[in-house]
């Protein structure tokens, strides 16, 4: 199979950007990811990776693609419906994650008793609730919603109680390499900006179209035109950001996540998804 899903995309958009006509998917843990960059055994990571002070120690970031936050997800006929309800609670959960500390943190906090059940793959921790073995599961919500669209049945899970974390999750890249971060930050920023330019895949791809919003919107032209028009290749490969976004978080999708009045919209429109200036 093809590789497939929003962090995917997001790395055609690098590759896109870069004139880069094939992508290396690599299959890595929460564990594993920090150390792979690290080592150079991949030259970009996007897998909902949280930016955090001492991650940054480690490693670099790039421009934040999705803004999140921890929920919880139980069935349906589960009476919990958040935090203060999870005392005594057995709680799923990926093991080395930014998840796992921010429950600990809340449950003691709260001075509850509770059980932590750790696994190496959020998939396995997801499993471990379907089997019955914890009564929530819990990770970033775009997550959960994900998971929840894979179950035989979704109406049998729900995703419940408000965002107790706030997780930025972007690329991330060996330190100290300007010119790669440059690539990976403005790739990223090509496709925030053809959506508040107005240029969608299929416009990217009509000359004529092109021509109609790059002819009176100079910002439009130096997009077009910069770099040999490498802000355009990701878009036209898979779209700008709006289009990525709604492949699969749209309201058609199983996995819907409402953008509007979030973080991820556009900064012109109330968010704080905005590019650099393209100069």
Same mark, same amino acid.
């Given at each position: ?18 004139? @880069?006509a094939? #992508?290396?998917?690599?299959n %890595?843990?929460?564990?594993? *990811? ?10 970009? @990571?996007?897998?909902?990776?949280? #930016? !955090? %002070? !001492? ?9 934040? $693609? ?30 080395? $994650? $930014?998840?796992? *500390? ?12 509770? /059980? ?14 379907v089997?019955?073995?914890?009564? @929530? ?6 997550? %959960? ?8 049945? +979704? ?8 965002e ?6 972007? +690329?991330?890249?060996q330190?100290n ?6 690539a990976?930050?403005?790739?990223v ?10 240029? !969608? ?5 009509? +000359? ?5 919003? $790059?002819?009176?919107? +100079? ?8 770099? =040999? =028009? ?22 058609? /999708? ?12 556009l900064? #012109?429109? =109330?968010g ?8």
């Amino acid at each position: 199979g093809r590789m497939v899903g929003f962090d995917a995309d997001f790395c055609w958009v690098v590759a896109a950007f870069i004139d @880069v006509a094939r #992508v290396e998917f690599v299959n %890595l843990t929460a564990a594993s *990811r920090i150390p792979a960059v690290v080592a150079g055994s991949v030259d970009v @990571v996007f897998r909902t990776t949280t #930016v !955090t %002070l !001492t991650r940054d120690d480690q490693v670099d970031f790039g421009p934040v $693609t999705f803004f999140d936050g921890q929920r919880l997800l139980v069935r349906s006929d589960s009476k919990i419906n958040g935090l203060d309800d999870l005392n005594g609670a057995r709680i799923c959960v990926h093991a080395g $994650t $930014t998840s796992e *500390r921010n429950i600990t943190d809340q449950m003691r906090a709260r001075n509850f008793r509770f /059980q932590l059940i750790t696994f190496a793959e959020a998939a396995q921790a997801f499993q471990g609730l379907v089997q019955g073995r914890c009564d @929530v599961f819990t990770t970033d919500g775009s997550q %959960l919603a994900a998971f929840r669209a894979t179950a035989p049945n +979704p109406a049998d899970f729900k995703v419940v109680g408000k965002e107790f974390s706030d997780e930025p999750l972007a +690329p991330m890249f060996q330190e100290n390499d300007s010119k790669w971060a440059d690539a990976v930050k403005y790739a990223v920023w090509a496709v925030i900006l053809a959506e508040e330019l107005g240029i !969608t895949q299929a416009i990217a791809r009509d +000359p004529a179209r092109l021509a109609a919003i $790059t002819g009176r919107d +100079p910002v439009a032209k130096n997009f077009a035109e910069l770099k =040999g =028009g490498a802000g355009l290749r990701p878009v036209r490969l898979v779209g700008n950001y709006g289009e990525i976004y709604d492949r699969y978080f749209g309201p058609r /999708q199983r996995t819907a996540i409402t953008r509007e009045g979030t973080r991820n919209m556009l900064a #012109v429109k =109330g968010g704080a998804m905005a590019s650099r200036p393209w100069r």
